[in-house]
């Protein structure tokens, strides 16, 4: 089993940065890759950044070039930086874990962009 706890959501003003993190704790060993997913208001959850303990990274189209995922493979803890904040990516930000074959989740941080 695995446990995320997410840290640094924030109200920020368009163009702002900030920058959210994702400790695992648990049977970490099994993990092979964490990312952020975002869920906005009356839409479904979506996928923002992934990254692979390789490193192997992808992003949704819409943060590419804004966000940057990076990691710290030791503690499994997950980074992502967000700059040019924009009013759409108001979300509520969730850290994911892939432990083997098995989803896990965190409790969410709220990221608002506004002026």
């Known amino acids: 089993q695995v446990q995320l706890v997410e840290s640094g959501g924030g109200l920020v003003q368009p163009g702002g940065s900030l920058r959210l993190s994702c400790a695992a704790s648990?049977?970490?060993?099994?993990?092979?890759?964490m990312g952020w997913y975002r869920q906005a208001p009356g839409k479904q959850r979506e996928l923002a950044a992934t990254?692979?303990?390789?490193?192997?990274?992808n992003y949704a189209a819409s943060v590419k070039g804004r966000f940057t995922i990076s990691r710290d493979n030791a503690k499994k803890t997950v980074f992502l930086q967000m700059n040019s904040l924009k009013p759409e990516d108001t979300a509520v930000y969730y850290c994911?874990?892939?432990?083997?074959?098995?989803?896990?989740w965190g409790q969410g941080t709220q990221v608002t962009v506004s002026s």
């Open positions: 994911n874990a892939v432990w083997y074959t098995r989803d896990f």
């Open positions: 648990g049977s970490i060993s099994g993990i092979n890759g």
């Open positions: 990254i692979t303990w390789g490193g192997s990274v």
